[in-house]
């Protein structure tokens, strides 16, 4: 039997997700992409993908401003793409980043690993607010099914989904990494019109019976794994494009 430590099946993780991104940003039909956390690897392997290919663009947005600065300082906007700064806000409904997208924004690839836990402004009063008291306040409703006492989870991308549709081709593919109370938040409120696949195993059967509230553990049919891919039902585009870059046999 063969033993992984946390740093090696993490380091195996990494290797996974940066051979998916490279793979579908090099596409020939991926050219706007939208990256919601930039990340030191996620970043640098889609834009060498684009450059590569010398096509396409992505908007990485961060909401940290240390981790801003931290990435800005190795990787400056270029041709292929660009990091902005976009702290959190919320409005009394919706937590979102800042950023506010054109109507010429949208995007082919969307991939989701981000915001982490960081400041968010009340727009309504200009002034800083808990965002895991804004979170724990939401996930309370009776009528969502994941439980805001699982810890961890990547709750912060809960409002994600709302914050991006506007700016989605229809053809889109979104990649969500890991972010498991939020995927399960997608796939409540939008598994009537979009399809949810995955790469990568399943969160443990223990984790996710902790996560999703007790009276809808027969409701939910889906969980969780390594990425979640999640592609509009009425697109045959998107399907097309998932089938040609097989992205399950990139795990093996």
């Given amino acids: 039997m ?12 990494t290797i996974i997700k940066n051979r998916i991104l490279d793979k579908i940003a090099s596409h020939k039909d991926i050219k706007a992409i939208l990256e919601m956390g930039a990340g030191n690897e996620s970043t640098f392997v889609i834009r060498k993908a ?7 663009y992505c908007l990485s947005l961060e909401a940290h401003h240390g981790y801003y600065e931290s990435i800005t300082s190795k990787m400056a906007n270029g041709k292929h793409g660009r990091i902005e700064y976009s702290p959190l806000v919320y409005d009394g409904k919706m937590m979102r980043y800042s950023y506010k997208f054109s109507d010429k924004d949208k995007f082919d690839f969307i991939y989701i690993d981000g915001p982490g836990d960081t400041e968010v402004t009340d727009t309504r009063t200009g002034k800083v607010v808990d965002s895991k008291k804004i979170m724990r306040q939401f996930l309370s409703g009776k009528n969502i099914w994941v439980d805001p006492d699982c810890p961890k989870g990547g709750r912060s991308s809960t409002f994600l989904m709302d914050y991006i549709l506007p700016t989605m081709n229809k053809d889109a593919i979104i990649i969500v990494d890991s ?34 509230k007790k009276r809808y553990h027969e409701v939910v049919k889906f969980r969780p794994h390594l990425l979640t891919i999640i592609t509009n039902k009425s697109s045959k585009k998107s399907k097309s494009i998932l089938k040609e870059l097989s992205l399950k046999s990139l795990i093996l």
């Fill in 50 to 56: 684009l450059s590569n290919n010398n096509k396409g």
């Fill in 179 to 212: 972010r498991k109370m939020s995927v399960m938040y997608f796939y409540q409120k939008y598994h009537n019109v979009c399809d949810f696949d995955y790469v990568g195993g399943p969160i443990s059967e223990k984790y996710f019976k902790r996560m999703v």
């Fill in 2 to 13: 063969v033993w992984q430590t946390k740093g090696e099946i993490m380091l195996t993780k």
